[in-house]
């Protein structure tokens, strides 16, 4: 079964410090690995994601994350925060294996302290 | 472009009333979501759908039904509310090319008293 692991329910930062979210995953297949961030009343927006290739993705708004085969985790990162990223941020599982559902993680709640 | 839009965005139900959320995009999308969101538990897939016609049960069907009549449109259904429902519902779509790349409408919050 697949499965995905956020680590922190709710990370706060202050700006212009590195942010990382973490985000590990549990896949039995080579999976596919998305972040989609969610702004206060708003739908989810992807941010990055891992398919196949080049393991450090980068995506909107300065984030990046890099998928790490051997730790099973897509972390992500951006090394300065401002306070526009205050959000709740998701991590997401999929596999290509004729499935087209993603698993999600529960989200962490990001705070920006000013 | 819209993209995905839903309505309502707000509704207030009594337990055992039953209403219809209403799901659209307009990118010609194959597969169509719907996910409900509570506090903790991130989002759980309720159904699915792959194409006009096909439904399909997710993670938490139980209370819910769904119908894709037109390419275009989902339509989640509560025949009987509960208060167990009360909750923010979203629903994304998604084309053959990209699978993983869903897109989100605004959500609907739905309250159940």
């Known amino acids: 079964a697949q499965s995905v692991t956020q680590l922190g329910s709710h990370v706060s930062v202050s700006e212009g410090a590195l942010v990382l979210l973490r985000c590990n995953y549990s896949s039995s297949v080579p999976p596919y690995l998305f972040w989609y961030v969610q702004y206060p009343n708003q739908g989810l927006q992807l941010l990055l994601k891992?398919?196949?290739?080049?393991?450090l993705v980068k995506g909107i708004n300065g984030f990046e994350a890099e998928f790490k085969k051997s730790e099973t985790s897509f972390h992500l990162t951006k090394p300065s925060a401002h306070m526009s990223d205050a959000a709740e941020y998701f991590c997401a599982l999929g596999t290509n294996f004729g499935n087209e559902k993603l698993t999600f993680g529960t989200g962490t709640r990001l705070t920006i302290i000013p | 472009n819209a993209g995905v839009t839903q309505t309502p965005k707000f509704r207030v139900l009594k337990t055992g009333q039953s209403m219809t959320l209403l799901c659209a995009q307009d990118?010609?999308?194959?597969?169509m979501y719907w996910y409900r969101q509570d506090p903790g538990m991130g989002l759980r897939l309720i159904h699915y759908?792959?194409?006009?016609?096909?439904?399909a049960k997710g993670e938490v069907p139980d209370g819910y039904n769904v119908s894709r009549l037109k390419k275009q449109n989902f339509l989640l259904g509560l025949e009987s509310a509960a208060p167990s429902q009360t909750s923010v519902y979203f629903c994304?779509?998604?084309?053959?090319?990209?699978?993983?790349?869903?897109?989100f409408g605004p959500g609907t919050r739905l309250t159940v008293t």
């Open positions: 759908s792959v194409g006009e016609g096909t439904t």
């Open positions: 994304a779509s998604s084309y053959p090319g990209d699978l993983y790349e869903q897109y």
């Open positions: 891992y398919t196949t290739g080049a393991t």
């Open positions: 990118m010609n999308h194959e597969y």
